[in-house]
């Protein structure tokens, strides 16, 4: 059974930091890019960054530029989103999905599994 958790999101002030996890299980992780994807209410969900799996390259969405940023534990099939200076947009659940072929990295439909989301609340 394929399963993607996400753990780590919270509330958190305006320029903190939080670290999501991804746990994959149930696939070759290797041969997928994992993406990192969010939702805030009344909005489309909007690609935020993805990792290759298998050698490692990463997309950022140019809203996150600079302030996220993905990393593979291959090891434990876990990919991270670490988040620095965190703004009130940032809110959003936020869903790691795991992909094979991805070319269109923030495309939504690009991507096989997905996780059930975890909410970031940023305050101002």
């Known amino acids: 059974e394929v399963q993607l958790v996400e753990s780590g999101g919270g509330l958190v002030q305006a320029g903190g930091s939080l670290r999501l996890s991804c746990a994959a299980s149930?696939?070759?992780?290797?041969?997928?890019?994992i993406g990192w994807f969010r939702q805030a209410p009344g909005k489309e969900r909007e690609g935020v960054s993805c990792?290759?799996?298998?050698?490692?390259?990463?997309y950022y969405a140019d809203s996150v530029k600079g302030r996220f940023t993905i990393s593979s534990d291959n090891a434990k099939n876990t990919v991270y989103l670490q988040m620095i200076s965190l703004k009130p947009e940032d809110t959003a659940v936020y869903y790691c999905a795991a992909g094979s072929g991805v070319i269109g990295y923030s495309d939504p439909g690009e991507y096989d599994y997905w996780g059930q989301g975890t909410q970031v609340t940023v305050s101002s």
């Open positions: 149930g696939f070759t992780f290797d041969d997928y890019a």
């Open positions: 990792i290759s799996s298998s050698d490692g390259s990463t």
